[in-house]
């Protein structure tokens, strides 16, 4: 690819624009592989000053790839890329920065130990060597209170939750001052609160004349917020369109290329006996303050109970504690009549509870290993996975291979590394672990964050197939669409406490969202 290799001082302010109407950003013919896999193949997208363009497409479309080549944390095979009309070499993040590209990526790119105001000096060198983070602290507490993104500057990254790190990654783009800003499922882990202020934020970019690529599996957030939209299958531009030129059903018909049940199967099975319970839990968050405040919730066999709230009132350490990777102050937890409080997770996992953890990149998969490895790692140890203390490898690919199939994993091979796989595909790959060996419990946390629609259906039926085989199972999720259409009872989290449980009959969204604001329902 020839051009120039970005540079600071060649670039106009965000009020200029692209030169004589072109837009402000093209990517032309951008093809990249991987070992066995074509990511994108000659993929054009053209995004103009002052609009937001979404880019839709499944899981393993190509999106992710095709916006890490934008910010150079890939090099694509051919093709290329122009800002403000001069086709540009963009080696790195250091070079799309240059360039007036911010992006903010669906897997985090912070530093856990560092605090806030250190992760966002560390992309500002101009603040200089002595105590940079110091003087950006005013900085984001400005950016902080001007677009509604509360942050604490003095905060560390491994304290907080999701839902913050992805506000940190928004402060930390636009105090850059990007221009052309890339978000990666923004909302995933947001509350429904929280993402019209991101949408206040975005129409404010574009009145100055700014261009966002959004990237959601979120319908209904295209026709809110995006002027256009193109969408990818398996790697190729199917089309670019105007928004409000297409509904829901045509977007999913041109992302899948078939369509997508919208009704899920809601045959009752009789719910009897205690799956999973938690009584008077008490426990603390990562700074030592209370989490838990004496929450009890019940499971049964044969339901699926929904637990809904804003990020931070305690579901992760909930969780984590159900699962054996946080101990309880106070309180019990049983898993089908056995008390299992404070076991390790191994002896939880043994004692029949499944676990679909909230982040699957770090805690669900070894990034590292293979697909296979991945699939066997809850009973390697057992037949026929082991033979005496020697891995039984035959065994390990017969089973993967099955997995892939039942589970339909998109993966070269068997071999390959997860780290390779689309966040979809890792999902896929977790839930096959996690319900071949029938659990009695399934703890899901937002088990379709950040997937899309043909993904999210199939996870939507795993789940309503193991309620009816009996197991019980406890829906994490900020969705409230999700756990009113998959739950039979919904409990509402707020402050460490159940709020209240209500039938799904009873449970309308303005109801919840009383509850969940610590409001009389």
Request: charge should be positive; include cysteine.
């Amino acid at each position: 690819m020839n051009g120039v290799t970005a540079g600071r001082s060649s670039h106009p302010p965000p009020e200029a624009g692209a030169p004589n109407g072109a837009p402000l950003l093209a990517l032309r013919d951008i093809t990249k592989r991987f070992p066995g896999v074509l990511a994108n193949d000659r993929v054009t997208l053209e995004v103009r000053a002052g609009e937001v363009h979404a880019l839709l497409g499944e899981n393993g479309a190509g999106k992710t790839t095709l916006v890490n080549v934008l910010y150079g944390l890939y090099q694509p095979d051919a093709g290329e890329i122009v800002v403000d009309g001069r086709r540009v070499r963009i080696r790195s993040p250091r070079d799309a920065i240059a360039c007036g590209i911010g992006m903010v990526p669906q897997h985090f790119l912070l530093v856990r130990r560092h605090t806030v105001a250190e992760n966002i000096a560390l992309g500002l060198p101009q603040e200089g060597l002595l105590r940079p983070a110091r003087r950006v602290e005013r900085r984001i507490v400005e950016f902080a209170t001007r677009y509604g993104l509360t942050a604490d500057p003095g905060a560390r990254i491994w304290e907080l939750s999701p839902s913050e790190h992805q506000r940190v990654e928004i402060l930390k783009a636009l105090i850059r001052g990007a221009r052309i800003l890339v978000l990666d499922e923004p909302t995933s882990v947001l509350a429904p609160q929280e993402v019209s202020g991101l949408f206040d934020v975005l129409r404010r970019m574009k009145g100055d004349g700014h261009a966002v690529i959004f990237i959601t599996h979120k319908l209904d957030e295209v026709g809110a917020i995006a002027d256009r939209v193109t969408v990818l299958r398996r790697g190729r531009v199917v089309a670019t369109v105007p928004a409000a030129d297409v509904d829901r059903r045509a977007l999913v018909q041109m992302m899948v290329g078939r369509d997508v049940e919208s009704t899920l199967p809601r045959a009752r099975a009789a719910a009897a006996g205690e799956a999973l319970a938690a009584e008077a839990l008490e426990a603390d968050n990562d700074r030592g303050a209370p989490a838990l405040r004496g929450l009890t919730l019940a499971v049964r066999r044969g339901e699926i109970v929904g637990l809904a709230g804003i990020a931070g009132n305690g579901q992760r350490e909930l969780v984590e504690v159900l699962t054996g990777l946080r101990r309880a102050v106070r309180g019990r937890v049983r898993v089908l009549g056995r008390d299992v409080t404070n076991r390790t997770a191994a002896a939880i996992c043994d004692a029949g509870v499944a676990h679909i953890p909230e982040d699957r990149v770090h805690m669900g998969v070894v990034a590292t290993m293979t697909v296979a490895e991945n699939l066997v790692l809850r009973r390697y140890r057992h037949p026929p996975f082991a033979r005496g203390p020697l891995l039984d490898y035959d065994a390990i690919m017969r089973f993967a291979r099955e997995m892939i199939a039942a589970y339909e994993i998109a993966t070269p091979a068997a071999t390959t590394p997860v780290r390779l796989l689309s966040g979809g595909n890792i999902q896929r790959l977790i839930l096959a672990r996690e319900l071949a060996a029938r659990p009695g419990v399934i703890i899901a946390a937002h088990p379709t964050s950040g997937l899309d629609v043909s993904a999210t259906e199939h996870i939507h039926r795993l789940l309503l197939r193991r309620r009816e085989e009996g197991a019980g199972v406890l829906l994490v999720s900020e969705d409230l669409d999700e756990v009113l259409a998959l739950a039979d009872r919904v409990a509402v989290i707020f402050r460490g406490r159940i709020a209240d449980v209500l039938p799904v009959g009873d449970a309308t969204p303005e109801r919840i969202g009383l509850l969940m604001t610590g409001q009389a329902a």
